[in-house]
Nanobody
C-alpha cells in the first residue's frame, strides 16, 4: 500500500512556474509507475504526465508538452511536476497517482491517489 501527499500548488500569474511534489510512503514506491492528473471545475479528470518505475521513460499530454516535466527520486520516495509557462487553462486540482502500468493515460489503471493540490493561474 502506498499513500501519496501532494504539495506545491498555489496561485501564479500566467507565464509563471510552479513545482508540484508528491511524497509517497510505503515500500512499493520504486516498483510503481507514477502519474499526474488534473481536474478543472466542471470537467473530467485528465491525464497530464506519467513516468516509468526507473524514471527512464516519461509521457506527456499534448497540452503540456514543452512546458511540464515529470521526474522522480526513488531514494526520496517522491515524484515531481515542474510546470513552466503556465496558462489560465492549466487551472485545476492536480493529483498524483501510482499504478502498475508504466505510461498509462487512463486514470482507471492507477491504484492509489493523493488528495490533490490546487493550482490557479491568473491572466
Amino acid at each position: 500500500q502506498v499513500q501519496l501527499v501532494e504539495s506545491g500548488g498555489g496561485l501564479v500569474q500566467a507565464g509563471g512556474s510552479l513545482r508540484l511534489s508528491c511524497a509517497a510512503s510505503g515500500r512499493t514506491f520504486s516498483s510503481s509507475a507514477m502519474g499526474w492528473f488534473r481536474q478543472a471545475a466542471g470537467k473530467e479528470r485528465e491525464f497530464v504526465a506519467a513516468i516509468s518505475r526507473s524514471g527512464a521513460a516519461t509521457y506527456n499530454a499534448d497540452s503540456v508538452k514543452g512546458r511540464f516535466t515529470i521526474s522522480r527520486d526513488n531514494a526520496k520516495n517522491a515524484v515531481y511536476l515542474q510546470m513552466n509557462s503556465l496558462k489560465p487553462e492549466d487551472t485545476a486540482v492536480y493529483y498524483c497517482a501510482g499504478g502498475r502500468y508504466s505510461g498509462s493515460l487512463a486514470s482507471s489503471e492507477y491504484d492509489y491517489w493523493g488528495q490533490g493540490t490546487q493550482v490557479t493561474v491568473s491572466s
